[in-house]
């Protein structure tokens, strides 16, 4: 993985994040990553999105 334009700072905090959790930080940042993608959003905002995508689908 590679995130050439991370802050170092951040990405310092997520070493020692890594580090806590006995984890590679590849596995960490993958843990936050999910973590993320499987929170529940509000009704309003995934309509909205499924909006905005839709809009822009090119369509027969």
């Known amino acids: 993985m590679t995130l050439p334009k991370i802050d170092k700072d951040v990405l310092r905090r997520?070493?020692?994040?890594a580090a806590v959790n006995d984890r590679s930080l590849q596995a960490e940042i993958l843990d936050i990553l999910t973590t993320a993608?499987?929170?529940?959003?509000?009704a309003e905002a995934v309509m909205r999105a499924i909006t905005q995508t839709t809009s822009h689908t090119v369509t027969d």
């Open 14 to 17: 997520l070493q020692v994040r």
């Open 37 to 42: 993608a499987n929170e529940d959003l509000p």
